[in-house]
T-cell receptor, first 115, second 114 residues
Framework: NAGVTQTPKFQVLKTGQSMTLQCAQD?????MSWYRQDPGMGLRLIHY???????DQGEVPNGYNVSRSTTEDFPLRLLSAAPSQTSVYFC??????????????FGPGTRLTVL | AQKITQTQPGMFVQEKEAVTLDCTYD???????LFWYKQPSSGEMIFLIY??????QNATEGRYSLNFQKARKSANLVISASQLGDSAMYFC???????????FGTGTSLTVIP
């Protein structure tokens, strides 16, 4: 049981390049989400999904796209990277409608630098 | 709107002493859960402790306890007998009602001094 996996762990991009951050979970969780973590700002929600084919925007969605074709995978796409997207990205998952006490399960994070 | 506030960007504590990390929250939903996470320098998010809004007693998990004051809307994390390995970033988070979304504070960086 690998939990939540993210690839790559580190990435350096040039402004304007595109890339996809991968996230996968093997816990059959319906709910998956992407956060970005910036110094002094905590974790901010980018996009989330409540199941295959269903996605929605979070607090800071601009510049990012997501899709959810399977329960397991929830990739995050940067179509045209900007220096403001330099951040650490976390993917998380949980069971939909789980008891309030249930935590989210986090991936190890991806550290992205945009030059 | 839901909000979590952590007003201490950085804290220092002597090894073996206790330390309190502050967290206040705001929600109009009577059903909510409060979580604390630890993020060491390696970067992973580690779940520490949970407190539900209807829980009568303060939560405890080993050296971690949560000082829950519902009327003041505060959920402070208390770490007893600090260890060098407690040096990390600590985040307070809230989950509300039947939703799955978590709301995070800005975090507190704790440094334990030998």
């Amino acid at each position: 049981n690998a939990g939540v996996t993210q690839t790559p762990k580190f990435q350096v991009l040039k402004t304007g390049q595109s890339m996809t951050l991968q996230c996968a979970q093997d816990m059959n969780h319906e709910y998956m989400s992407w956060y970005r973590q910036d110094p002094g700002m905590g974790l901010r929600l980018i996009h989330y999904s409540v199941g295959a084919g269903i996605t929605d925007q979070g607090e800071v969605p601009n510049g990012y796209n997501v899709s959810r074709s399977t329960t397991e995978d929830f990739p995050l796409r940067l179509l045209s990277a900007a220096p403001s997207q330099t951040s650490v990205y976390f993917c998380a998952s949980s069971s939909l409608g789980a008891p309030l006490a249930d935590t989210q399960y986090f991936g190890p994070g991806t550290r992205l630098t945009v030059l | 709107a839901q909000k979590i506030t952590q007003t201490q960007p950085g804290m220092f504590v002597q090894e073996k002493e206790a330390v309190t990390l502050d967290c206040t929250y705001d929600t109009s939903d009577p059903s909510y859960g409060l979580f604390w996470y630890k993020q060491p320098s390696s970067g992973e998010m580690i779940f520490l402790i949970y407190q539900g809004s209807y829980d009568q007693q303060n939560a405890t998990e080993g050296r971690y306890s949560l000082n829950f004051q519902k009327a003041r809307k505060s959920a402070n994390l208390v770490i007893s007998a600090s260890q060098l390995g407690d040096s990390a970033m600590y985040f307070c988070a809230m989950r509300v009602g039947t939703g799955n979304q978590f709301y995070f504070g800005t975090g507190t960086s704790l440094t334990v001094i030998p």
